[in-house]
């Protein structure tokens, strides 16, 4: 499975914010420069994770983002699934395929995204945060 930028940006920050000292809040700006990603999608991203409350988002001159739930508590699985828009690997009712009912590839293609999830929600963000140390140098904070 390949991730969408939109998980890949939502772990990103998420491990940035996971290093920003909690008392302080993280720029956006900072964090787009940080990574070089375009500062327009990751406002998208992090509004997306506001509102399922991974992150919480304070607006104005002195706003900024913070962690909403502690890193141990971000299970990776979960974000995954809360970010992609889909985690069905193939669309077998989509019109035009001469294969419907005969075909066994959606079954295992299901079993592997299973195994893949199931993975996923072994880990924290937490688990990402080990070498903190290391991350916290690597952004400067």
Do not use: W
Not at 67 to 94: F, K, Y
Not at 124 to 140: G, T, V, Y
């Amino acid at each position: 499975m390949q991730l969408s930028k939109h998980t890949d940006y939502s772990l990103r920050v998420l491990m940035y914010l996971g290093c920003h000292p909690n008392d302080q809040l993280a720029k956006v700006s900072d964090i787009s420069a940080r990574y070089d990603i375009s500062q327009n999608h990751l406002v998208k991203v992090v509004h997306r994770l506001g509102k399922l409350g991974y992150v919480q988002t304070i607006r104005g001159k002195n706003g900024g983002i913070r962690l909403q739930r502690a890193p141990g508590s971000i299970n990776l699985g979960q974000l995954v699934i809360d970010m992609e828009a889909t985690v069905t690997p193939i669309n077998c009712q989509q019109e035009g395929c001469i294969l419907t009912g005969m075909c066994h590839l959606k079954p295992i293609l299901d079993e592997a995204m299973n195994a893949f999830l199931d993975t996923m929600r072994q880990y924290s963000l937490a688990d990402l945060m080990k070498n903190s140390p290391q991350l916290i140098q690597r952004f400067r904070l």
